[in-house]
């Protein structure tokens, strides 16, 4: 039972949390814009985000860089710009959780 009980408790916070970090990244993609620096450059940044349960935004960095700095700040800046993140579901009660979200750059 107890067993049991504890994969199902598993997959619910599983399944939360890939809910919420699709709501981030979602979040995070409409306040995307594309840097004039950046010439006709493409490229993916993978940032690396702590959010708080309540939705606050506690850290973000690039941690794969996409080789063009404009193109790395642009997708922090776009963190910035989404400001406070929709509060985590009720299912995830630790005090914070980390996302690794790619922010994909085209012209």
């Keep these: 039972?107890?067993?049991?009980?504890?994969?199902?408790?598993?997959?619910?916070?599983k399944s939360q949390l890939a809910k919420w970090g699709a709501t981030i990244r979602t979040r995070i993609e409409r306040r995307k814009s594309?840097?004039?620096?950046?010439g006709r450059a493409s490229g993916s940044v993978g940032l690396a985000l702590r959010v708080g349960r309540d939705g606050a935004l506690l850290s973000a960095a690039v941690n794969r860089s996409s080789g063009h700095p404009a193109l790395d700040a642009a997708a922090l800046a776009a963190v910035q710009k989404a400001g406070r993140f929709p509060a985590a579901p009720a299912e995830l009660?630790?005090?914070s959780y980390a996302f690794s979200i790619s922010v994909k750059f085209s012209r």
């Design 1 to 13: 039972g107890t067993d049991a009980q504890a994969t199902v408790a598993a997959g619910t916070v």
């Design 34 to 38: 594309y840097p004039a620096a950046a």
């Design 93 to 95: 009660a630790k005090p």
